[in-house]
Protein backbone atom coordinates (compact mmCIF):
# COMPACT_ATOMS: atom_id res chain seq x y z
CA UNK A 1 0.00 0.00 0.00
CA UNK A 2 1.68 3.85 -0.82
CA UNK A 3 1.69 5.66 2.47
CA UNK A 4 1.63 9.60 2.35
CA UNK A 5 3.30 10.59 -0.88
CA UNK A 6 5.08 14.28 -0.18
CA UNK A 7 6.39 16.25 -3.30
CA UNK A 8 8.68 17.94 -3.90
CA UNK A 9 11.34 16.42 -1.71
CA UNK A 10 13.79 18.74 -1.41
CA UNK A 11 13.31 22.88 -2.93
CA UNK A 12 15.51 25.22 -2.76
CA UNK A 13 14.40 28.70 -3.67
CA UNK A 14 15.10 32.68 -3.23
CA UNK A 15 13.50 34.68 -0.17
CA UNK A 16 10.14 36.33 -1.67
CA UNK A 17 9.17 33.64 -3.84
CA UNK A 18 6.23 31.90 -3.49
CA UNK A 19 6.59 27.70 -2.17
CA UNK A 20 3.80 25.27 -2.67
CA UNK A 21 4.19 21.78 -0.99
CA UNK A 22 1.82 18.78 -1.92
CA UNK A 23 1.05 15.96 -0.28
CA UNK A 24 -1.47 12.74 -1.04
CA UNK A 25 -2.31 10.85 1.88
CA UNK A 26 -3.02 7.29 1.90
CA UNK A 27 -6.04 6.34 0.81
CA UNK A 28 -9.30 6.21 3.24
CA UNK A 29 -7.83 8.11 5.91
CA UNK A 30 -10.23 11.37 6.56
CA UNK A 31 -7.18 13.17 8.83
CA UNK A 32 -4.89 15.34 7.51
CA UNK A 33 -1.48 17.18 9.42
CA UNK A 34 0.78 19.45 8.54
CA UNK A 35 3.83 19.58 10.75
CA UNK A 36 7.25 21.90 10.29
CA UNK A 37 10.12 20.31 11.63
CA UNK A 38 13.67 22.25 12.83
CA UNK A 39 16.51 21.85 15.06
CA UNK A 40 15.08 25.02 17.35
CA UNK A 41 11.27 24.05 17.80
CA UNK A 42 11.58 20.73 16.68
CA UNK A 43 7.91 18.85 15.26
CA UNK A 44 5.54 21.76 15.56
CA UNK A 45 2.11 20.93 13.78
CA UNK A 46 0.73 23.59 11.46
CA UNK A 47 -2.63 22.68 10.33
CA UNK A 48 -5.19 19.80 10.75
CA UNK A 49 -8.05 18.80 8.46
CA UNK A 50 -10.82 16.51 9.07
CA UNK A 51 -13.29 15.52 5.77
CA UNK A 52 -11.19 17.91 3.73
CA UNK A 53 -12.11 20.91 6.26
CA UNK A 54 -9.67 23.18 8.50
CA UNK A 55 -10.27 22.37 12.13
CA UNK A 56 -6.94 24.02 13.71
CA UNK A 57 -4.77 25.91 11.95
CA UNK A 58 -3.74 27.95 15.18
CA UNK A 59 -0.22 26.71 14.41
CA UNK A 60 0.46 28.15 11.51
CA UNK A 61 2.89 30.96 11.61
CA UNK A 62 1.92 33.91 9.71
CA UNK A 63 -0.59 34.57 7.28
CA UNK A 64 2.24 34.05 4.42
CA UNK A 65 1.41 30.57 4.66
CA UNK A 66 -2.10 28.95 3.82
CA UNK A 67 -3.38 25.39 3.69
CA UNK A 68 -5.80 24.01 1.05
CA UNK A 69 -7.40 20.55 0.91
CA UNK A 70 -9.79 20.66 -2.12
CA UNK A 71 -10.11 16.74 -1.69
CA UNK A 72 -9.95 13.98 0.23
CA UNK A 73 -6.68 13.27 -1.69
CA UNK A 74 -4.82 16.50 -2.07
CA UNK A 75 -3.66 18.79 0.02
CA UNK A 76 -1.21 22.17 -0.44
CA UNK A 77 0.70 24.10 1.95
CA UNK A 78 1.82 27.63 0.53
CA UNK A 79 4.42 30.00 1.54
CA UNK A 80 3.97 33.54 -0.33
CA UNK A 81 6.15 35.16 0.10
CA UNK A 82 8.75 32.56 1.26
CA UNK A 83 11.54 34.00 3.60
CA UNK A 84 14.69 32.62 5.11
CA UNK A 85 13.41 31.66 8.66
CA UNK A 86 11.31 29.30 6.53
CA UNK A 87 14.04 27.21 5.96
CA UNK A 88 12.88 23.69 7.82
CA UNK A 89 11.50 20.27 6.82
CA UNK A 90 7.60 20.01 6.41
CA UNK A 91 5.60 16.68 6.90
CA UNK A 92 2.21 15.60 5.71
CA UNK A 93 0.63 13.02 8.13
CA UNK A 94 -2.63 11.17 7.92
CA UNK A 95 -4.98 9.34 10.17
CA UNK A 96 -8.24 7.30 9.78
CA UNK A 97 -9.75 9.18 11.70
CA UNK A 98 -9.64 12.40 14.21
CA UNK A 99 -9.32 10.70 16.94
CA UNK A 100 -6.42 10.30 19.92
CA UNK A 101 -6.04 6.64 19.32
CA UNK A 102 -5.28 6.67 15.85
CA UNK A 103 -1.37 6.76 15.05
CA UNK A 104 -0.86 9.71 12.41
CA UNK A 105 1.04 7.80 9.07
CA UNK A 106 3.99 10.43 8.02
CA UNK A 107 5.32 11.04 4.67
CA UNK A 108 8.96 11.27 3.78
CA UNK A 109 8.48 15.72 3.83
CA UNK A 110 9.96 18.54 2.33
CA UNK A 111 13.25 19.65 2.96
CA UNK A 112 12.97 23.90 2.16
CA UNK A 113 15.48 25.83 1.88
CA UNK A 114 15.17 29.79 1.48
CA UNK A 115 17.95 31.50 0.49
CA UNK B 1 -1.38 21.35 30.96
CA UNK B 2 -0.57 18.47 28.28
CA UNK B 3 3.20 17.49 27.59
CA UNK B 4 5.41 15.18 27.21
CA UNK B 5 9.43 15.01 28.44
CA UNK B 6 12.22 12.75 27.18
CA UNK B 7 14.93 13.79 29.23
CA UNK B 8 17.76 12.65 27.13
CA UNK B 9 18.85 14.42 24.32
CA UNK B 10 21.00 12.25 23.19
CA UNK B 11 21.97 8.24 24.16
CA UNK B 12 25.02 6.41 23.14
CA UNK B 13 24.67 3.03 23.59
CA UNK B 14 27.35 0.16 22.20
CA UNK B 15 26.33 -2.35 19.60
CA UNK B 16 24.51 -5.40 21.12
CA UNK B 17 23.99 -3.70 24.50
CA UNK B 18 20.36 -3.36 25.96
CA UNK B 19 18.32 0.38 25.51
CA UNK B 20 16.25 2.24 27.38
CA UNK B 21 14.64 5.68 26.45
CA UNK B 22 12.97 7.70 28.77
CA UNK B 23 9.25 9.22 28.56
CA UNK B 24 7.16 11.45 30.65
CA UNK B 25 3.83 12.51 30.37
CA UNK B 26 1.42 14.89 31.77
CA UNK B 27 -1.98 14.11 31.07
CA UNK B 28 -5.28 14.38 32.95
CA UNK B 29 -7.33 11.69 31.48
CA UNK B 30 -6.16 7.74 30.23
CA UNK B 31 -3.52 8.34 28.16
CA UNK B 32 -2.99 7.20 24.36
CA UNK B 33 0.74 6.52 23.84
CA UNK B 34 2.64 6.32 21.30
CA UNK B 35 6.68 5.68 20.05
CA UNK B 36 8.21 6.80 16.51
CA UNK B 37 10.94 6.92 15.22
CA UNK B 38 13.00 8.68 12.08
CA UNK B 39 16.23 7.72 10.54
CA UNK B 40 18.08 10.57 8.66
CA UNK B 41 16.01 11.99 5.87
CA UNK B 42 12.72 9.63 6.56
CA UNK B 43 9.36 10.98 7.76
CA UNK B 44 8.16 9.33 11.41
CA UNK B 45 7.43 5.74 11.82
CA UNK B 46 5.51 4.54 14.45
CA UNK B 47 6.63 2.08 16.67
CA UNK B 48 4.58 1.10 18.67
CA UNK B 49 1.04 2.12 20.51
CA UNK B 50 -0.88 1.86 23.79
CA UNK B 51 -4.46 2.28 24.18
CA UNK B 52 -5.44 0.21 27.19
CA UNK B 53 -4.90 -3.60 28.38
CA UNK B 54 -2.01 -5.10 28.80
CA UNK B 55 0.74 -2.28 30.18
CA UNK B 56 3.48 -4.34 28.10
CA UNK B 57 3.76 -3.50 24.13
CA UNK B 58 5.44 -5.03 21.50
CA UNK B 59 6.29 -3.24 18.67
CA UNK B 60 8.14 -3.82 15.30
CA UNK B 61 11.89 -3.94 14.86
CA UNK B 62 12.34 -5.96 18.32
CA UNK B 63 10.85 -2.89 20.75
CA UNK B 64 9.01 -2.34 23.65
CA UNK B 65 7.47 -0.11 25.88
CA UNK B 66 5.88 -0.54 29.40
CA UNK B 67 3.00 1.69 30.57
CA UNK B 68 3.47 2.63 34.16
CA UNK B 69 0.50 4.96 35.44
CA UNK B 70 2.21 5.59 38.72
CA UNK B 71 4.41 7.27 37.49
CA UNK B 72 3.52 8.33 34.31
CA UNK B 73 6.09 6.82 31.90
CA UNK B 74 6.20 4.95 28.64
CA UNK B 75 9.62 4.19 28.11
CA UNK B 76 11.23 2.39 25.33
CA UNK B 77 13.11 -0.80 25.46
CA UNK B 78 15.03 -3.07 23.47
CA UNK B 79 17.14 -5.86 24.74
CA UNK B 80 20.04 -5.65 22.30
CA UNK B 81 20.42 -2.94 19.59
CA UNK B 82 22.15 -3.12 16.05
CA UNK B 83 23.69 -0.38 14.48
CA UNK B 84 20.74 0.33 12.11
CA UNK B 85 19.11 1.39 15.35
CA UNK B 86 20.65 4.96 15.12
CA UNK B 87 17.96 7.14 14.72
CA UNK B 88 15.83 9.79 16.83
CA UNK B 89 13.08 8.37 19.03
CA UNK B 90 9.78 10.60 19.43
CA UNK B 91 6.89 9.86 22.51
CA UNK B 92 3.68 11.44 21.97
CA UNK B 93 0.47 11.31 24.09
CA UNK B 94 -2.58 11.43 21.58
CA UNK B 95 -5.19 14.39 22.88
CA UNK B 96 -8.45 14.87 21.53
CA UNK B 97 -7.22 14.79 17.48
CA UNK B 98 -3.90 16.10 17.84
CA UNK B 99 -0.08 14.50 19.33
CA UNK B 100 1.64 15.88 21.85
CA UNK B 101 5.04 15.59 21.03
CA UNK B 102 7.87 14.77 23.17
CA UNK B 103 11.67 16.68 21.78
CA UNK B 104 12.64 13.66 20.63
CA UNK B 105 15.98 11.55 21.70
CA UNK B 106 18.79 10.84 19.56
CA UNK B 107 20.57 7.32 19.30
CA UNK B 108 23.98 6.82 18.95
CA UNK B 109 25.63 3.39 18.32
CA UNK B 110 29.06 2.97 18.97
CA UNK B 111 30.55 -0.17 17.25
Known amino acids: DAGVIQSPRHEVTEMGQEVTLRCKPISGHNSLFWYRQTMMRGLELLIY????????DSGMPEDRFSAKMPNASFSTLKIQPSEPRDSAVYFCASSGQGNSNQPQHFGDGTRLSIL | AQSVTQPDIHITVSEGASLELRCNYSYGATPYLFWYVQSPGQGLQLLLK????DTLVQGIKGFEAEFKRSQSSFNLRKPSVHWSDAAEYFCAVGTNYQLIWGAGTKLIIKP
Open chain 1, 49 to 56: FNNNVPID
Open chain 2, 50 to 53: YFSG
